[in-house]
């Protein structure tokens, strides 16, 4: 039985790198057909090509947030997925001008070897976790 969510949503997903924010972000949408996905760390790879902190952090989201609230105005609750490491980034996310909205924010605590087994499987280093 799959429930239907209720609402507008602007779901915030926090954490390192693999932490199974992109997993989680992924598996709402599929299962949420009025559900849209804004990855952060994809739109700074398209747009600079470079891991986080990027040259114009500001444009990436200025730019996060006029999707999310254009979204939102169209009927689709949002998943934002970014690393957002402090809670200025993380109430920028959540706060949004589109009214009667659902806030969530989702701080995903994954045990530190995990993490630095993950990143250096993936990334050859953990410089993102030490980081």
Known sequence: MNPTVKGLWNIVLSGYP??????????????????????VDQLRMMLFNEAPPCRD????????????????????????????????TREFLTVTKVRHVNRLLVVLNVDREVLINRSVEKFGDAHLVFA
């Open 18 to 39: 693999k932490s199974g924010k992109t997993m989680l972000a992924n598996r709402l949408i599929a299962e949420n057909k009025s559900f849209a996905r804004i990855g």
């Open 57 to 88: 952090e500001f444009l990436i989201y200025f730019m996060i947030a006029e999707m999310r609230d254009d979204l939102l105005k169209k009927g689709y609750s949002v998943v934002i997925d970014s690393t957002a490491s402090d809670n200025v």
